[in-house]
């Protein structure tokens, strides 16, 4: 190769690795463009407000949807003055739910409640929450969830009074395993921006890893670690029996992923 066509060579890489620079800023200025769901739920939701003032001094911007519970429950107010939305809807948006999520490829629901968790599950698209919601799952939108407000074991609702039977927690949680089957990404409400921002990079991972359940990460010569807010069963049966697996410090085991772990020796540590 002579030295004229290394340069020109040199030159073409060079021009190729900008343009795909420019690409990736301008994905992830339009993924930065974000739909906000607010359902009835107030468990962290000052923490998941200061999650969300992060993003937006982060460069995101909002289109806010609060249900008519949500907006009798939560400071309207505050979160107006902390997301400085472009939009801001009580009960009904100023659109069609479908046609709003094809707008948004990003999707955050700070504060879900049992209710709308128990009906995107169900696949009842009944109210304009779960309608966004279900209609991002479809779409395979980055739909972030915190669950502090639907989760059967925050430390929250025993301290306001809740003694659930197990068999209902376990339904709960179910419900939260299969919201994450679906494709949403569980984490807590103080931890939601960082939920968003590791959602966003997935995009641009390769192809299929968005998709795909958390994987296990090795650690160490025995260790595994899982990522997520919610470690289920499914994610357990696929880490090598009389394992340790480490899992984030507020992360919630379901009964299934317990009960896995009993019958084939794994350790389960939370992370400190």
Sequence with gaps: MTTEQLDSLV???????????????????????????YTGSNISAAEGLEAMGR????GFTFRVLLSQSAARLLDVEAIRSVLEP???????????????????????????????????????????AAAVILDGLMRGKNVIVATDG??????????????????????????LEALR????????????????????????????????PAAAKPAGPADLRLSGHVISGRQLAACPSNCTVWVERDALITQLAADEARR???VLRKET
């Design 150 to 175: 639907c989760c059967p074991d925050h430390a929250e609702r025993a301290r306001r009074g809740f003694r659930m039977a197990e068999p209902l927690k376990q339904t709960l949680r179910n419900h």
């Design 86 to 128: 472009e939009e801001l809807w009580i009960g009904t948006p100023g659109d069609t739910p479908e046609a709003l999520t094809k707008q948004y490829d990003t999707i955050i629901v700070p504060a879900a409640t049992v209710r709308t968790v128990s009906h995107v599950v169900s696949c009842m698209a009944d109210t304009p």
């Design 181 to 212: 089957d679906y494709g949403a990404r569980l984490t807590s409400a103080p931890r939601l921006d960082e939920a968003v921002k590791r959602a966003l990079a997935s995009s641009f991972s390769p192809a299929g890893e968005k998709s795909r």
């Design 55 to 58: 993003l937006r001094a982060d």
């Design 264 to 266: 084939r020796g794994i």
């Design 11 to 37: 030159r073409e890489t060079l021009l190729v690795e900008v343009l795909a620079q420019r690409v990736v800023e301008k994905l992830m200025a339009r993924m930065k463009q974000a739909l906000v769901v």
